[in-house]
């Protein structure tokens, strides 16, 4: 059985920092794209970050570049999302996600987490 579970989230002053885990069951990273994403409260949900599965290159939307990093420990199942200098506009339920048909991600993957709220605020 395929399951995702975020973890991390909580609240965050401006400026400051938080990892995000999301920890997999059920299938092996290395043959899917993995990636995070968000949704801010009356927003549609974005692409936040994602790793390819054909070449392992990683995706940053423009907004987190710099600022966010995502990796994967393959062997232990566990992605993360490393997020410094926070933003309020950052805030949002951050979901974790995988899809085997195709390298790279899109709204529709897979499988999905519960997701993980994630509030940067003062």
């Known amino acids: 059985q395929v399951q995702l579970v975020e973890s991390g989230g909580g609240l965050v002053q401006p400026g400051g920092s938080l990892r995000l885990s999301c920890a997999t069951s059920?299938?092996?990273?290395?043959?899917?794209?993995i990636g995070w994403f968000r949704q801010a409260p009356g927003k549609e949900r974005e692409e936040v970050s994602c790793i390819r599965s054909d070449d392992y290159s990683t995706y940053y939307v423009d907004s987190v570049k710099g600022r966010f990093t995502m990796s994967s420990d393959n062997i232990k199942g566990i992605m993360y999302l490393q997020m410094n200098n926070l933003r309020p506009e950052d805030t949002a339920v951050y979901y974790c996600a995988a899809d085997l048909a195709s390298p790279t991600c899109h709204d529709n993957m897979d499988f999905w987490g519960k997701g993980t709220l994630v509030t940067v605020s003062s």
């Open positions: 059920g299938f092996t990273l290395d043959y899917y794209a």
